[in-house]
């Protein structure tokens, strides 16, 4: 079964326009990782925020976690069309990763 | 360091058949988990295997099986296909240098009719 709900399932943006997705889980954590997925292939890790911190930065990547209310975001800034992809959170507690839904995001040239 | 490799990349298969997929992780990773992603239920964890030994398990019928043998390779079995497991299955390795991270193959993708 899934842990995560990510929130929205789909997101459309113009070049330039900074993307936000937010996740939303259920039971304790060890760390939050963040992927990307592009069409039908396999899944590359972008970024993983341990429980006991709140906020991560990776070049146009910034992922915040709030434990009290068990949730994360993603924010993309300064999008390009190659962002175009489905971003899916997954939570790791003990060795066991679940993923949530995914959020569709489209970055309009 | 080569990436994580999955066999075959595609597969059709028949109701009632049973399938062998194969996953290499990468070079000096000990643990490999897979997973089943469908449009209508996304990705779902299906276990994970370590030292030769399935340390979880998720939610699935007993069709789904697997194993890990020496060198780290992983096989998952499923038998007595259903249409309903037509799907992409999607493994993944890590080791304790990864700190969290899984690394993804390419899938493998499953179509039973």
């Known amino acids: 079964s899934q842990q995560g709900e990510e929130d929205p399932q789909a997101l459309s943006i113009q070049e330039g326009e900074n993307a936000t997705m937010n996740c939303s889980y259920k039971?304790?954590?060890?760390?939050l990782q963040w992927y990307r997925q592009n069409s039908g292939r396999g899944l590359v890790h972008l970024i993983l925020i341990r429980s006991n911190e709140r906020e991560k930065h990776s070049g146009r990547l910034r992922v915040t976690l709030d434990t009290s209310k068990k949730s994360s975001s993603l924010l993309i800034t300064a999008s390009r069309a190659a962002d175009t992809a489905s971003y899916f959170c997954a939570t790791d507690f003990n060795n066991d990763m679940r993923f949530g839904a995914g959020t569709r995001l489209t970055v309009k040239p | 360091k080569a990436g994580v490799t999955q066999t075959p990349r595609y597969l059709i298969k028949t109701r009632g058949q049973q399938v062998t997929l194969s996953c290499s992780p990468i070079s000096g990773h000990r643990s490999v988990s897979w997973y089943q992603q469908t449009p209508g239920q996304g990705l779902q964890f299906l276990f994970e295997y370590f030292s030769e030994t399935q340390r979880n398990k998720g939610n699935f019928p007993g069709r789904f099986s697997g194993r890990q043998f020496s060198n780290s390779r992983s096989e998952m079995n499923v038998s007595t296909l259903e249409l309903g497991d037509s799907a992409l299955y999607l493994c993944?390795?890590?080791?304790?240098?990864?700190?969290?991270?899984?690394?993804f193959g390419p899938g493998t993708r499953l179509t039973v009719t």
């Open positions: 039971t304790s954590i060890n760390n």
């Open positions: 993944a390795s890590s080791s304790p240098s990864t700190h969290g991270w899984q690394y």
